[in-house]
């Protein structure tokens, strides 16, 4: 089931209504629950059983850490969890992608191995919810929270719809101690969580399904060797595909879950503004940078033992996390790119300590940082290296006698798109939308609002995933 489904309007209008009945808080959780299971459920229902063995692994695990005397043993319980949630991701997402590789090698050194062909189904949001149970019990091991006070709560953290398949990646102290009291939305919430529900869909449905993807997918999905219009134009539009697609899906969750009561942190602050790499992963996927930099980068390092060890977990950190989106070397190339911008940006920064740019230079800076985020979509976007090289070729004006593949309107339409989406980000980079609404009149949101939501309805999607659905 997809938001941008008209099963998912219909499913989410009846966990509403039950939501605002008078019923006790706690059957109104349980609803929730079932609700979350039914919406999972609807891609392929064994897999909720992945969900009920991560729940009940890291529930007892948590247990086992608060009730355990001795260091040796709050080490087992967490290993317990690290290893059952990292097996299953491992196992699921990486399997095939390991024993590709491992055949590869084999017969590069000469040895005939084939083994049989597993045909191995990636759960949606496998990543998303390994990642929120592994911080419940890396923060309990790590006595930075206590564990939830009952086993409902925290299987209704594990399970709640909004953020189950795509993020944003919780963390159980952001929301399990809203499970402790019952929640309603105000009139006011009401309306806005389904503002930003009509916000998210316009982003998906009208921007990045009907005007950017069409035009990425002429350009890397297509045989033609492109030249450099078509390749800055595809890639162009896969940057804005690519944002309004993830940035959608989190505003129409954080609208959803606001709803229904419930408040989620942002997952982007309008990244397309970012000045510098440090800066655009503050913006970008912001959970997913928070949980990598608590978890992965901190624990080897940081910034706290010299230049070498920094580096060092950076570049482990972006390889790392570029693999986390998808089983593929691009995915990693991808990661390392990031980790290379990083680790330049922190060694220029030493170098330029007393350099303060003028506005200027910011944006000169900021267009900078947008060009060479372009470059690393193209491994992102890119099913194989070859044609990452030959998009990359394209846009540096180095494929000779290429024919043109996109049409004037093609073109036209994303530089507007993609113009429209910079000069926003670039007018709220230091502002909210919760400010900016507040400040703007009624009229003038209702119309925009409705104009949205006419757009939604005209453009007729298809009820295509979102893209972050894969990872």
């Known amino acids: 089931m997809v938001f941008n489904s008209l099963t998912f309007i219909v499913f989410f209008a009846c966990v509403l209504a039950l939501h605002s009945l008078p019923l006790p808080w706690t059957l109104k959780k349980v609803n929730l629950l079932l609700a979350s299971y039914l919406f999972y459920s609807a891609w392929n229902p064994p897999f909720v059983i992945l969900l009920w063995v991560s729940t009940v692994v890291d529930w007892y695990a948590a247990q086992g850490l608060v009730k355990a005397q001795r260091q040796a043993t709050r080490h087992a319980w967490m290993l317990l969890s690290v290893v059952a949630n990292l097996g299953m991701l491992g196992y699921f997402k990486y399997g095939q992608f390991l024993l590709d590789n491992f055949t590869a090698l084999a017969h590069a050194a000469g040895i005939a191995y084939q083994p049989a062909h597993h045909d191995i189904v990636l759960p949606v949001g496998i990543s998303f919810y390994t990642f929120a149970t592994m911080s419940y019990t890396l923060d309990v091991y790590l006595r930075r929270a206590a564990p939830a006070q009952n086993l409902l709560d925290y299987a209704l953290f594990v399970t709640f719809f909004p953020h ?23 009139a006011a919430q009401l309306r806005y969580g389904l503002a930003l529900m009509t916000l998210g869909l316009f982003n998906k449905v009208v921007l990045a399904d009907s005007f950017l993807g069409p035009v990425a997918e002429r350009v890397y999905d297509g045989a033609h060797v492109p030249g450099a219009l078509d390749a800055w134009g595809a890639t162009l539009a896969f940057s804005g595909q690519i944002f309004c697609d993830f940035a959608g899906y989190s505003t129409t969750a954080i609208g959803a879950a606001l709803c229904l009561g419930f408040a989620m942190p942002d997952n982007f602050r309008f990244p397309y503004a970012a000045i510098g790499f440090s800066d655009f992963w503050r913006r ?14 901190i624990p080897l390092g940081g910034n706290r033992h010299g230049p070498r060890r920094t580096y060092a977990a950076l570049m482990t950190t972006m390889l790392l996390g570029g693999l986390w989106h998808g089983a593929n070397w691009t995915f990693v190339a991808w990661g390392g790119l990031h980790g290379t911008y990083l680790a330049a940006e922190r060694a220029l920064r030493g170098r330029l300590r007393d350099y303060h740019p003028g506005p200027a230079a910011l944006v000169a800076l900021g267009l900078l940082t947008y060009a060479l985020v372009n470059v690393t979509w193209v491994f992102f976007r890119a099913k194989t290296f070859a044609k990452a090289w030959v998009v990359l070729r394209g846009m540096f004006g180095a494929n000779a006698g290429a024919r043109p593949i996109l049409s004037t309107f093609n073109l036209l339409a994303v530089a507007l798109i993609i113009g429209g989406i910079l000069i926003t980000h670039w007018l709220m980079r230091a502002r909210t939308l919760e400010s900016v609404i507040a400040r703007t009149p009624a009229t003038a949101v209702a119309l925009l609002w409705g104009l949205m939501a006419f757009a939604i309805v005209a453009a007729q999607g298809d009820g295509s995933a979102f893209i972050y659905f894969q990872f």
């Open 284 to 297: 970008w996927h912001i959970t997913l940078s928070s949980w990598l930099r608590d978890y992965l980068y």
């Open 164 to 186: 189950l398949v795509a993020g944003p990646i919780m963390r159980p102290t952001e929301l399990v101690p809203q499970f402790a009291t019952p929640r309603r939305a105000s």
